[in-house]
């Protein structure tokens, strides 16, 4: 279960911090300042993250991670699993858990670790019963979920000013995203739409992301990938380039390292709240976010670079988030996405003299 990443570590490695986020894909790599922050403030430590496994590839990828432990879903269920894990976690004499994730199946986790002590957020930003378990607990202030996250590193001493995402490059993807722009775009420059998200809540209209890429191609010369994850996505991403032909490409089937890379290169992404966004926000690729149910300024991709979209919001718990109707969503219009998606593509316009 332990990625390939490093052999066995010495026990000279001190502190030894296991870092409990286990999924989802946005979240995880919401929490990737955590790892660097402990890097910095401690260069000799040896760190470790505990994931499921799609998000377990792209840490295992990530500089300031030593190892990298997969998680399978549901392992709570299943005995012989518990048992792997208790060995593997136990053998690392663990100083610290550092619960982001805040839920029973990583508080169980981080006990079944046996670190020494376990932190996670208080009881209104942890649920079920993950605070019982912590031996410290944190009520965090900031607003926006890095900043928040990086919170919980204060009982440890860790104070961070910059968070750093540092998102390691994966080369071999990177080499077939280069041929994709070549074959499929014949452009370098070119911006990602992704229509799809995790929850109808979340999403919005496919014809008013066409009208956005027909924008960005009239005024910007700008061709857009659009890309999917899933049959659904696949289905919206369809939908997206029928209605805006010769400006919008349906994107190949990707790998997250390949779309890790893809957003990498892109001028621009353009996105609802998914994981999608917030990778290609953590590889510093400008991104317009487009919100409804859930509070922008909470989980809106991090940074000043960005741009993010919101007209309504709802207030209350995720549950109830994920039912609200799709109002929400269709509430914004095309106008203000266009002129998000201007602002920032007038900065590359602008500093394109100091450049050269």
Known sequence: MTGPKVPQPSETRKPRILILRLSALGDVVLALPVASAVRVAHPGAWITWAAEPGPARLIANHPDVDEVVTVPKRWMFRPGLVLALYRQLRAQRFDWAIDVQGLAKSALLGKLAGARRQVTFATRDAREFSPLLA???VYPRATHIVERNLELL????????????????????????LLW?????????????????SWPSKRW????????????????????????GNREERRLAEMVVAQAPAAAYLAPPTTLEELVELARRSRIFISADTGPLHLAAAV????????????????????????????????GPSRLRRRAPTSFMEAIDIPTVCAACDEILSRYRTAAPAAA
């Not at 070549?182 to 452009?187: I, P, Q, S, Y």
């Not at 066409?210 to 700008?222: I, S």
């Not at 741009?307 to 919001?313: E, G, I, L, P, S």
Request: aromatic share 12%.
């Open 284 to 315: 510093g690729t400008p991104c317009v976010g487009l919100y409804g149910p859930w509070p922008a300024e909470r989980c809106g991709p991090y940074g000043p670079q960005h741009v993010w979209v919101q007209k309504m919001r709802l207030d």
């Open 205 to 228: 209209p496919p014809d008013r992301f066409a009208a956005v890429a027909r924008h960005l191609a009239d005024r910007w010369g700008l061709s857009s990938f659009v890309v999917w």
């Open 135 to 137: 031996t410290d607990v």
């Open 154 to 177: 204060q009982v440890l001493g860790i104070r961070v000013s910059r968070p750093e995402f540092r998102l390691g490059a994966f080369p071999e993807a990177a080499r077939r995203v």
């Open 181 to 197: 722009c070549g074959e499929l775009l014949n452009a370098e420059a070119f911006a990602i739409i992704n229509p799809g998200a």
